[in-house]
């Protein structure tokens, strides 16, 4: 498993930079904003823990169609979905999940406090956000991955993908910035949301993979 | 160990491809899979890798030993060649080889039996079309796996090459290999039984 977790993370860095297309499109989200609302600079640091989120959940989203997209193309799904005895596929969709993580949704986090001055955010704040992408980010991954199971053998799934994605990962998202705000927030309390969102990814990184390998199996063609 | 398909059929969507297919091989026995483009030939090969569902009948391994079912027990060559074009080929290989387990030849080895010898350091996305057929025809011989499946194997092969295939199945066959080949070209292996499909 070790050898798919590091030639996924080889392929993920080598192949078309993808994690850059991550960091500039939230970068890019980041960015626009301040000149869509304005210089007020409270109400950046206001809306700049949500804005944070989008722009995460909206990154997160640009690559997961092609998840299994090229494994298709090239013949290697096959073989995946044959090593199932000796690797448990969904296993397999896990490891892949991860190394798709690391390699384009771990850039973000480590660009987001960085991106939080640019909103004036407070250092609590930032690193309230940050932690909070650190931990739920995972979840869209591996929701993500039973999206792209299920248009795998599509021409253009990237959009039914994220419809697909989108209504699920709302809660993590609501999670995410409830916890963020409530670092900063005096009355709003940041633990209860922030272990919810903790639930979220530990339960999504079990049923996603499953459910992107029942997929796999019977989208097979 | 024995691979046995009893009035096997296999449909593509709600369409029967093909139905009534029997056949029995045991260790060194090879089958030949001809027939007419779109006769059954790569879904029957699909469907005996558990990549598709038995539609009708059954598919079977018998005294398998450590292998459970047919597709443990089984390496694929598809039309496609399951490698990366931006990994180089031996990290193509070393991959397959650690995922798949049961190692064989060392990556260099295989590609030497194939032809190859000395372009392990190159992407595999800079090969020519042989070439890329030889690599992953490379990865049946980095593990091990009693049963090869392959789906017309000497396509973009020029004539070594092919001379050079024949002699790894025939080395397979030997060695108590079982092999199924759908090809619409003389494969060069002495002594394999012959399946003919038609289009229903």
């Not at chain 1, 690559?63 to 092609?66: K, S």
């Not at chain 2, 000395?118 to 090969?127: A, E, K, V």
């Given at each position: 498993m070790l050898a798919l977790y590091l030639r996924d993370l080889k392929l993920g860095i080598r192949a078309g930079g993808g994690a850059l297309t991550g960091v500039l499109f939230f970068l890019a989200v980041i960015v626009t904003i301040p000149f869509g609302v304005g210089p007020d600079l409270n109400l950046l640091a206001r809306i700049g823990p949500a804005i944070l989120w989008i722009g995460a959940l909206l990154a997160c989203l640009l690559?997961?169609?092609?998840l299994f997209q090229a494994e298709r193309e090239d013949g290697s799904l096959d073989l995946l979905i044959m090593a199932d005895e000796r690797h448990m596929l969904a296993l397999s969709i896990f490891v892949k999940c991860l190394a798709h993580w690391t390699a384009s949704v771990l850039p973000l986090v480590v660009a987001a406090p960085l991106l939080g001055l640019f909103m004036n955010m407070e250092p609590a704040g930032i690193g309230a956000s940050t932690l909070t992408l650190l931990v739920g980010t995972p979840a869209i991954v591996f929701v993500g991955a039973a999206g792209a199971a299920v248009a795998v053998?599509?021409?253009?799934g990237g959009l039914l993908v994220s419809v697909l994605v989108l209504p699920i990962v709302i809660p993590v998202l609501i999670f995410g910035v409830s916890a963020s705000y409530g670092a900063v927030a005096e009355?709003?309390?940041?633990?209860q949301p922030f272990l919810m969102l903790s639930a979220l990814s530990l339960f999504l990184a079990i049923l996603g993979p499953v459910a992107a390998a029942v997929a796999l199996r019977f989208g097979a063609d | 160990m024995r691979l046995i398909a009893d009035r096997l059929g296999g449909d593509r969507g709600s369409e029967i491809?093909?139905?009534d297919i029997s056949f029995s091989l045991a260790q060194g026995d090879g089958l030949v899979v001809t027939g007419a483009n779109g006769s059954g030939k790569s879904t029957l090969l699909r469907v005996m890798a558990g990549?598709?569902?038995?539609?009708r009948g059954s598919i079977r391994l018998e005294d398998g030993g450590e292998f459970e079912d047919v597709a443990a027990a089984c390496h694929y060559l598809g039309h496609e060649n399951g490698m990366k074009t931006a990994l180089t080929v031996t990290e193509n290989l070393l991959f397959w080889q650690d995922f798949l387990g049961a190692p064989r030849l060392a990556p260099d080895e295989a590609l030497e039996a194939v032809?190859?010898?000395?372009?392990?350091?190159?992407?595999?996305?800079?090969?020519s079309t042989g070439q890329r057929r030889r690599s992953s025809i490379a990865r049946l011989l980095v593990s091990h796996r009693p049963i090869w499946l392959l789906d017309e194997p000497t396509a973009g092969l020029d004539k070594a090459s092919e001379r050079r295939l024949a002699g790894l199945m025939t080395a397979h066959l030997a060695e108590g290999g079982i092999l199924v080949a759908a090809t619409h070209l003389p494969l060069g292996v002495e002594g394999m039984q012959a399946l003919e499909m038609e289009v229903l």
């Open positions: 690559g997961l169609d092609r053998a599509l021409p253009r009355p709003d309390p940041f633990l | 491809v093909f139905s990549l598709l569902p038995v539609a032809g190859l010898d000395g372009i392990g350091h190159l992407p595999f996305g800079y090969l």
